[in-house]
Every structure is written in C-alpha cells, then in structure tokens.
C-alpha cells in the first residue's frame, strides 16, 4: 500500500465536490436562465459523483491506515485528518441526497444548500490540507513506518546532518 490507493483517489472528492459548489453557486446568481439550467446540472452531477468518491477515499483512508506504524504526533495528525474527512463526506452524502434526490437538476439550487455546500467543501479542503501534513511533515506513507514529529527545515536533523524525507 506504499503509496497505495488513497493518494490517487483523494483528487476524485477534492475536485468534483468543489467544481460542483462552484457551478452550483453560479447557478443560483447567472442571470440568463439556460446558463443557469446548465450550470445546475452539472453542479448536480459533479456533487454526487464527488459525494460517492468522499466514500471511496474513506475506504481507501482505512486500507492505508491499516498497515501503518506511526509516532505520537503523526498518529495526532492522522486523527485531526480522519475527523475532518468524516465531517465533511458526512454533510457532503447528505447534500448529494438532498440535492441529487429532492430537486429537478436543472433547479437553481437556494441558500441553505449553497451555504451548507460551503461549509462542507471547507472541510473537506481542510481534510485534504491535513492530509498533506501526515505525508509531507510527517512522512506517513512514505516509510510507512513514520516515527518522528515534525521534520527540521531542509530535512536537517538537531546535529544538522540531513535525514531521508519524513524519518531520522
Ligand atoms: C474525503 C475524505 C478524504 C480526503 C479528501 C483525504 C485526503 C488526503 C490527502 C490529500 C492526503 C495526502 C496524500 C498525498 O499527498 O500523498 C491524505 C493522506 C492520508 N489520509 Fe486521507 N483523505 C480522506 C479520508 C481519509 C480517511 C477516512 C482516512 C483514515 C481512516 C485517511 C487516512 C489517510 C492517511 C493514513 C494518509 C497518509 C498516507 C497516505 O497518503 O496514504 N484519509 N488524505
């Protein structure tokens, strides 16, 4: 699982839960009605194709945490990471149904949606955020096993000797 699945699959929620928030928040100020329809249909799409991809880097989450040995604080970091991602694929299934289910496509979405949209993708922007931490400070999934706290400036340990990306 070294890199394993999830680094790939993240990209999938990532970028269709945000380009459906945004298609979707033009959909409801565009003047002209067919632009409208047009971005609200592809909101729609993007939104509940990006809500099944949150689950499918949540299984993916698991599968790389399942193999991995981690110190203190990039266990924390993991963990600060995990609740994030739940957050946010929970609000994010629960819009897609919402959105997906109780509406015509082509409706402009109202402002409740659009807002609790907002919140979500900010979670899940964070999530992806706090993702990158677990690798790039901490180095998880690059050893798989990552032991040490945060990496020294230029990978230089305390002596000032450099260190392999991620682990003295
Ligand atoms: C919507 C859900 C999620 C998103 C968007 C997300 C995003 C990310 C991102 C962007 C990275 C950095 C990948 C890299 O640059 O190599 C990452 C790493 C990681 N995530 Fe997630 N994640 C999600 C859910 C989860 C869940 C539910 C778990 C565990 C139960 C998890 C565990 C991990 C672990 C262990 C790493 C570091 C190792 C690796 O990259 O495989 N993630 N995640």
Redesign the pocket.
């Known amino acids: 699982?070294i890199?394993?699945w999830?680094?790939l699959v993240?990209h999938f929620?990532?970028a269709l839960c945000t380009t459906g928030a945004v298609a979707l928040l033009g959909a409801r100020w565009v003047a002209n009605e067919a632009v409208a329809r047009s971005l609200a249909i592809v909101g729609t799409w993007n939104l509940c194709a990006g809500a099944a991809a949150?689950l499918l880097?949540?299984g993916t989450?698991?599968a790389?945490?399942m193999r991995?040995h981690v110190g203190a604080a990039a266990h924390e970091a993991?963990s600060t990471?995990?609740k994030w991602?739940?957050l946010?694929?929970m609000m994010l299934v629960l819009l897609a149904v919402w959105r997906g289910a109780g509406n015509a496509q082509d409706e402009r979405p109202g402002n409740a949606m659009l807002i609790l949209l907002a919140v979500a993708v900010a979670a899940?922007l964070y999530?992806?955020y706090r993702?990158?931490l677990?690798?790039?400070r901490h180095g998880?999934?690059v050893t798989g096993n990552a032991p040490c706290g945060d990496v020294p400036p230029h990978g230089a340990d305390a002596a000032g000797a450099s260190s392999p990306v991620g682990c003295r």
């Open positions: 699982m890199p394993g999830h680094p993240v929620p990532l949150t880097a949540i989450g698991i790389a945490l991995l993991i990471h995990v991602a739940m946010a694929a899940l999530a992806g993702g990158d677990n690798v790039y998880v999934g």
